[in-house]
């Protein structure tokens, strides 16, 4: 096999940069794939292309794994669009507003609501945000507030859910990987494996709890209560604020069908395999999507029974949900074609030859962590820092043997934490709208507290790159719990929305 020296880190490194500068993650894999093709091709523009197609695109297409993740894919963006429009995922955050009783019991109600809607990132603003906001209102909370536990609880209880469309992704991007590299460990147990090491998610969920159980503030959100308060008081605060949509309530078994269906139908179908022959994610990936497709046809039914929607119109719309994760598929394709390009050019052996013996292995999933929040902050996308890191980093931790489910955890962590603080993303930009304050309130607003999260994620990928157990997490959490308790008690001020 030819070496390509230097040449082999031009794929991803033009990606990388193309990225950061464009914020096109599609054009930049797609650029980055290209270059390693002509590369390959000995610098032929046209031959470029059809190695870039014939022997890497297509071929990872009609791959059986990767042709299955497509249509998993694809069936649960059609089902979360048919939820949606049924009013089930609404219906079911009305039921948590009724346990609302006062302003800490408001923030943990949205806490958990937006924990409950785990099927969807972008769905938890669109669906807490609005509910939420008149009553965030009424009991004196700032908006920023609202803001940021919307978006401090969507990408993360996505991530650590194992049968949606985050897990579905990750797994696909974790088996090229390791096939890169000639392991053939089972992308579903990898997964598994790497749960009890994906740091930030699980930190970020509970910041908030501990930050409520304060009942204060600190920074830049502490300032933003203190505004909206004193606008209160002047009487300046636009009403509008408070114009919420009058409809009927959607019925709570519009949800409740639904996701008993297809907790159901995924239970019975992988407990089988898993009394039979043992759970492999083939088997994953069936029962996810046997499972989202029949809650799908619950949905169907009860439009049918409530609204009169017809069923042909109910495949209209499961359709019209399919193709709003066009853009995702596009991406899969992309990140595969890298791959498969990169492992030919054998990048990540030539990167750990470049580090050597200068880094000690235990510090690369720190390493990785800072790498993958920068770019995904840079990017806005979590999706694309997945894509692009995962297929450099496994190859270069097997090659410096480094913890290897670390090492796919920290680029886990990294991603969510980098798109979590960044201005563009688009679950940043969606909570400042169903929030209803402005972008960049809430963009400084939570920083503070998501770089406290960051803080004690990068602790822990240092404590567990030398002591590797799944029980660092308890350790971390209550660093992060003191840390919060000192933050508030030497910064924090009132957060009870008293004028």
């Known amino acids: 096999m030819e070496d390509y020296g230097a040449f082999a880190v031009v794929p991803p490194a033009l990606s990388i940069i193309l990225a950061v500068y464009t914020r096109n993650i599609i054009f930049s894999i797609a650029m980055g794939a290209y270059s390693g093709a002509l590369i390959i091709a000995g610098f032929n523009p046209f031959m470029a292309f059809a190695e870039l197609l014939e022997k890497h695109a297509f071929i990872q297409v009609s791959a059986g794994s990767n042709t299955q993740v497509l249509v998993v894919t694809l069936s649960i963006g059609g089902f979360i669009h048919m939820l949606d429009k049924s009013g089930g995922a609404k219906a079911f955050a009305g039921l948590m507003v009724k346990f609302i009783g006062s302003p800490i019991k408001a923030q943990l109600a949205a806490w958990t609501t937006g924990l409950g809607i785990f099927f969807t990132d972008s769905g938890n603003a669109l669906i807490v945000g609005p509910l939420f906001r008149p009553v965030f209102r009424q009991l004196k909370i700032c908006q920023e507030k609202l803001a940021y536990i919307i978006d401090t609880t ?14 579905v992704y990750i797994m696909n991007q974790i088996e090229v990987a390791y096939a890169s590299v000639g392991l053939e460990e089972d992308s579903f147990q990898v ?18 709890p501990m930050i409520l159980s304060t009942g204060k503030d600190f920074g830049p959100m502490a300032r933003a209560q203190s505004r909206f308060n004193q606008a209160l ?39 089988y395999f898993a009394i039979t022959d043992g759970v492999r994610s083939l088997h994953v990936r069936a029962g996810i999507c046997l499972a989202y497709i029949f809650a799908s046809l619950a949905c169907a039914y009860l439009m049918k029974q409530d609204r009169g929607v017809s069923y042909n119109d109910s495949l ?24 498969s390009i990169c492992n030919e050019m054998k990048t990540g052996d030539y ?15 720190l390493i990785i962590f800072f790498l993958g929040a920068m770019m995904s902050f ?33 680029v886990l962590s990294g991603g969510l934490f980098g798109d979590h603080t960044s201005p563009i993303s688009d679950t ?25 999260n960051g803080v004690m994620t990068a602790l822990a990928f240092v404590v567990a790159g030398f002591y590797q157990s799944p029980y660092i ?3 971390i959490i209550i660093v992060q719990y003191m840390s919060i308790r000192l933050a508030m008690k030497l910064y924090g001020h009132d957060s009870r929305g008293i004028v």
């Open 428 to 452: 940043t930009v969606l909570a400042s709208m169903g929030a209803g304050c402005a972008h960049i309130d809430h963009v400084t607003t939570q920083f503070a507290y998501a770089a406290l």
């Open 378 to 410: 840079a990017t806005g996308s979590s999706y694309g820092t997945f894509a692009i890191l995962m297929i450099i980093v496994v190859p270069m931790a097997y090659a410096l043997d480094a913890p290897m489910i670390l090492c796919v955890a920290a």
């Open 233 to 271: 008081k002047d009487g300046t605060l636009e009403d509008e604020e408070l114009e919420t949509e009058t409809q009927d309530t959607p019925k709570l078994r519009t949800v409740v069908l639904p996701l008993s269906v297809m907790l159901g139908t995924m239970m019975i179908y992988i407990g």
């Open 473 to 475: 997490i308890f350790l």
């Open 351 to 365: 990167l750990a030859s470049l580090i050597g013996d200068t880094i000690n292995p235990n510090f690369l999933p």
């Open 191 to 208: 997964l598994l494996s790497v749960w009890p090491y994906q740091f930030y998610a699980m930190l970020a969920l509970l910041s908030i």
């Open 316 to 339: 209209n719309m499961f359709i019209r949900g399919m193709q709003k994760l066009v853009f995702i598929c596009f991406v899969l394709v992309l990140a595969w074609t890298l791959s």
């Open 154 to 167: 969507a990408s993360p209880i996505c991530i650590l859910i194992p049968f949606v469309g985050w897990a």
